[in-house]
T-cell receptor, first 113, second 111 residues
Framework: EAQVTQNPRYLITVTGKKLTVTCSQNMNHEYMSWYRQDPGLGLRQIYY???????DKGDVPEGYKVSRKEKRNFPLILESPSPNQTSLYFC????????????FGPGTRLTVT | KQEVTQIPAALSVPEGENLVLNCSFT??????LQWFRQDPGKGLTSLLLIQSSQREQTSGRLNASLDKSSGRSTLYIAASQPGDSATYLCAVRGGYSTLTFGKGTMLLVSP
């Protein structure tokens, strides 16, 4: 089954404790991206990757890192999480950065206390 | 910077009614526009994708139109059902590989 998976689905952590949210897709997509969703602000893009070893900032990259060492995986790293990073995070992938539709993962609900 | 607005923010209709959700965007230089559905606490499900060169797309009871020059898109849902209750999101794909979302329309279809 074609899908985008994220782990963990739920995470509660404390300020400053480094964490990684994994994202994996099995569709051989070149383009992957991360979004956060906040009430009243909607979905905003954090980072995206056009292909292996190619990443770039989205609208709200501060406080986040990403890497793309393999085509299927695109982890989101929070080196020193803060309470304002409490949010619902989505990973997405598509064949390319232009014409094709994006497929979304189920989301990771992160709470930073 | 691209801005996407969805009207109305919330909509409540009785079952069986036809309805229209609206999406407007400020920069007409887009690759495509995509409509999603999001159920509470869940991920996004793609409903329809309209390329910038297209005027409309249909899938079952859903029809989406695009008027790129005026920066507008509509999602038409025919014969609404309680199972259509969800938040509907519009997103435009523009330059620099960005996808900009509207804040969504929360739809409730009552039996």
């Amino acid at each position: 089954e074609a899908q985008v998976t994220q782990n963990p689905r739920y995470l509660i952590t404390v300020t400053g404790k480094k964490l990684t949210v994994t994202c994996s897709q099995n569709m051989n997509h070149e383009y992957m991206s991360w979004y956060r969703q906040d009430p009243g602000l909607g979905l905003r893009q954090i980072y995206y990757s056009m292909n292996v070893e190619v990443t770039d900032k989205g609208d709200v990259p501060e406080g986040y890192k990403v890497s793309r060492k393999e085509k299927r995986n695109f982890p989101l790293i929070l080196e020193s999480p803060s309470p304002n990073q409490t949010s619902l995070y989505f990973c997405a992938s598509s064949w390319d950065s232009g014409s094709y539709e994006q497929y979304f993962g189920p989301g990771t609900r992160l709470t930073v206390t | 910077k691209q801005e996407v607005t969805q009207i109305p923010a919330a909509l409540s209709v009785p079952e069986g009614e036809n309805l229209v959700l609206n999406c407007s965007f400020t920069d007409s230089a887009i690759y495509n526009l995509q409509w999603f559905r999001q159920d509470p606490g869940k991920g996004l499900t793609s409903l329809l994708l309209i390329q910038s060169s297209q005027r409309e797309q249909t899938s079952g009871r859903l029809n989406a139109s695009l008027d790129k020059s005026s920066g507008r898109s509509t999602l038409y849902i025919a014969a609404s059902q309680p199972g259509d209750s969800a938040t509907y999101l519009c997103a435009v794909r523009g330059g620099y590989s960005t996808l900009t979302f509207g804040k969504g329309t929360m739809l409730l279809v009552s039996p």
